[in-house]
Nanobody
Framework: QVQLMESGGGSVQAGGSLRLSCAASGFSFNTAAMSWFRQAPGNEREGVAYISFSGYTTVYSDSVRGRATISRDNAKNTVYLQLSSLAPDDTAMYYC??????????????????WGQGTQVTVSS
């Protein structure tokens, strides 16, 4: 079976940091681009960061650029998102997604094949 399992979320004070992890199984992780999305209640799902299958290319949303680092360890079938200088606006459910075949822009949810269940990030002021 295909599975993406996020972890590392939690509650953190403003200005703090978190590292989210996404463990993948059941598909060819090495050939799949990976992204992190987030969704707050009442809001649309938005792309946060993207990393190509090799890790050579990374893309960040304007809202997190300079505060986030996406990385992957293909030997461990795991993708990470390091978040720093967190603010209450970063509060959301964070989802890991996989795109085997390129389709649409990097931050378009419809272009992704597999999704994790999400991990909650809550930032208090």
């Amino acid at each position: 079976q295909v599975q993406l399992m996020e972890s590392g979320g939690g509650s953190v004070q403003a200005g703090g940091s978190l590292r989210l992890s996404c463990a993948a199984s059941g598909f060819s992780f090495n050939t799949a681009a990976m992204s992190w999305f987030r969704q707050a209640p009442g809001n649309e799902r938005e792309g946060v960061a993207y990393i190509s299958f090799s890790g050579y290319t990374t893309v960040y949303s304007d809202s997190v650029r300079g505060r986030a680092t996406i990385s992957r360890d293909n030997a461990k079938n795991t993708v990470y998102l390091q978040l720093s200088s967190l603010a209450p606006d970063d509060t959301a459910m964070y989802y890991c997604a996989s795109r085997v075949t390129g389709s649409g822009t990097w931050d378009s949810p419809s272009g992704y094949d597999y999704w994790g269940q999400g991990t909650q990030v809550t930032v208090s002021s």
